[in-house]
């Protein structure tokens, strides 16, 4: 591999992975910051201490997934 190639690979690399990482870092901060601001956030860490909610949620979870699947709207290939 010549330095010029390696380079352009970097480039690559650099161009598609730190806009995502940027995106992502402001994203999930103003979520973050939201939660915390809000009290939501306690109020979902007691929720997950309490466990009331969770067999009902992961029955919805399941549903929802077969009924996607049934419907063929599942779908993880990207089309041209």
Excluded: D
Aim: charged share 10%.
């Amino acid at each position: 591999m010549t330095l010029k190639n390696i380079f352009n690979t970097l480039a690559r690399l650099g161009g598609g992975i730190i806009p995502f990482i940027l995106i992502h870092i402001f994203c999930c901060g103003t979520l973050l910051v939201l939660l915390i601001s809000s009290g939501y956030l306690l109020k979902l860490s007691n929720e997950g201490q309490n466990r009331f909610l969770l067999i009902p949620a992961l029955i919805a979870l399941v549903l929802v997934w077969r009924l996607f699947k049934q419907k063929n709207l599942l779908v993880f290939t990207t089309h041209p």
